[in-house]
């Protein structure tokens, strides 16, 4: 399909259509008349468009393009022991739905995102060599989720469905600009950065354990653990850094609902806005591969308010121009109390193990 120079005389799909596959030039355009085109083997090369209707493929392939809605694979069938898989190479869409095995191979640019449960099939893999940017919200409900290069997402995201894994050699990790909730059935997040502006919930309804190895979560707004299939499902290990770095004109809090298997391996606290409170109790211990917690409080503040505890199993400490305020109870298990380097600030009518609040540790 060549390129249009006007838009009185452009080809038009006239009803659903199966291809081999199809080639559009540069601009090329079809307008797919409220139809559904579906592609087989031979794929859509170009930088063409395919608009005003739905594309799907059926077979393996190699995908580029622009389109108004593109669903990689058959829901229901995706192949069997030998599964079609669609290769998406630079490709911008409004809707993207993924119900058989997916890569993302270079760029791929979608308003929003749908991935559902498809017997096994429903299955994206970011590539290393990939970039997956969102515009909108996105579910990633399917089947399986992997991210080995960068995944960013400008509104919602949800991470459920059956099996997330999350990192490898080169990983950018991933982004939301919103809120995020962590919910799979199995996640692993190893060794990337994984950043939040907005809040995060960890757990609910069947969510396992969400296991964060190593790397770090930068959250931007509040933070919240609930159970789902089991009580623990944030799981840190590796010197694991969860990092509070909000900036906005409320407090960010932290919401566990069994803080005692809920554990922070590294917890840091660097918001600019009004600090992090505790709505919970909260709990920093050594992790599998690391040999003690640590609860750094840089330029930002922490509250533990009264009717609270806060157990750090290593080391606690304030840095220049970091603020803690402690009405409430905080135990060094092990490690060293610090706090008193000029510039930081700390207040409160609570006790570290048992004294007065001047972390000064017995």
Do not use: W
Request: with cysteine.
């Amino acid at each position: 399909i060549p390129p249009f120079n006007s838009f009185t005389h452009i080809p038009q799909l006239p009803a659903n259509t199966t291809v081999q596959g199809i080639a559009l030039g540069n601009g090329g355009y079809l307008d797919l008349n409220s139809k559904r085109l579906t592609v087989l083997g031979g794929g859509i090369s170009g930088q063409g468009y395919l608009v005003n209707g739905s594309v799907q493929t059926s077979a393996t392939s190699n995908v580029s393009g622009y389109f108004e809605t593109l669903t990689a694979g058959v829901p229901g069938s995706c192949g069997g022991a030998s599964p079609m898989t669609t290769h998406l190479g630079s490709v911008t869409v409004q809707a993207l739905f993924i119900s058989c095995p997916t890569t993302v191979d270079t760029i791929v640019t979608a308003s929003n995102y749908f991935q559902s449960a498809n017997s096994g099939g429903s299955q994206l893999t970011v590539l290393s060599s990939g970039f997956l940017l969102v515009q909108g919200n996105a579910q990633f409900g399917g089947d399986a989720l992997t991210v080995l290069g960068f995944l960013e997402v400008l509104g919602n995201a949800a991470f459920g469905g059956a099996s997330i894994n999350v990192g490898g050699p080169g990983s950018g990790g991933i982004y939301v600009l919103g809120a995020a909730t962590f919910s799979a059935t199995s996640a692993t997040y190893s060794n990337v950065s994984v950043s939040v502006l907005g809040d995060v919930v960890v757990g609910g309804g069947a969510a396992g354990a969400q296991n964060f190895v190593g790397g770090s979560l930068n959250v931007g707004g509040n933070f919240t653990q609930v159970a789902g299939s089991v009580a623990n499902t944030f799981v840190t290990s590796q010197l694991h850094i969860t990092s509070f770095d909000g900036s906005g004109s409320l407090a960010q809090t932290i919401s566990l609902a069994a803080p005692a298997t809920n554990q922070f391996s590294t917890l840091d606290i660097s918001s600019t806005g009004l600090g992090v409170q505790l709505g919970s109790n909260v709990v920093v211990a050594k992790s599998a591969g690391s040999s003690s917690g640590l609860l750094d409080i840089q330029f930002g503040k922490l509250i533990v308010p009264a009717g609270k505890t806060l157990s750090v199993d290593g080391n606690l400490s304030v840095a220049p121009f970091g603020f803690f305020t402690n009405d409430g109870t905080v135990t060094v298990i092990t490690g060293t109390c610090s706090g008193r380097s000029a510039g930081a600030t700390i207040t409160g009518s609570g006790t570290v193990n048992g004294v007065a609040m001047t972390l000064a540790c017995p």
